[in-house]
């Protein structure tokens, strides 16, 4: 099994820089994909970004691009999403996630996840 717990979400302003942090635990970590999603209330939860266990893969969603960098340390057991010149529009809880096959985007394709964080930008 894994567990997934979120943190280093918070409120920045517009144009400013956020990381947020996912701890995770299992045996079988380290051949997790991992991505991060956010959700906004009444909508459906979207992709942010993914990675595989080795870094080799990398996705992002079009709105996120250029702007937020998905990476992990396997190691430390930790994925990390860097957050930069934020919009308004990033606002969302953001949720970390893992599966345990190969590298997939949809959040239905994930078999864990953690609490979520909340992240507010001001304008």
């Known amino acids: 099994q894994v567990q997934l717990v979120e943190s280093g979400g918070g409120l920045v302003q517009a144009g400013g820089s956020l990381r947020l942090f996912c701890t995770a635990s299992g045996r079988t970590f380290i051949s997790n994909t991992m991505g991060w999603f956010r959700q906004v209330p009444g909508k459906e939860r979207e992709f942010v970004a993914a990675?595989?266990?080795?870094?080799?893969?990398?996705s992002y969603a079009d709105s996120v691009k250029g702007r937020f960098t998905i990476s992990r340390d396997t190691a430390k057991k930790m994925v990390y999403l860097q957050m930069n010149t934020l919009h308004p529009e990033d606002t969302a809880v953001y949720y970390c996630a893992a599966r345990m096959g190969a590298t997939m985007t949809p959040p239905s394709e994930y078999d864990y996840w953690g609490q979520g964080t909340q992240v507010t930008v001001s304008s």
């Open positions: 990675i595989s266990w080795s870094g080799s893969w990398i």
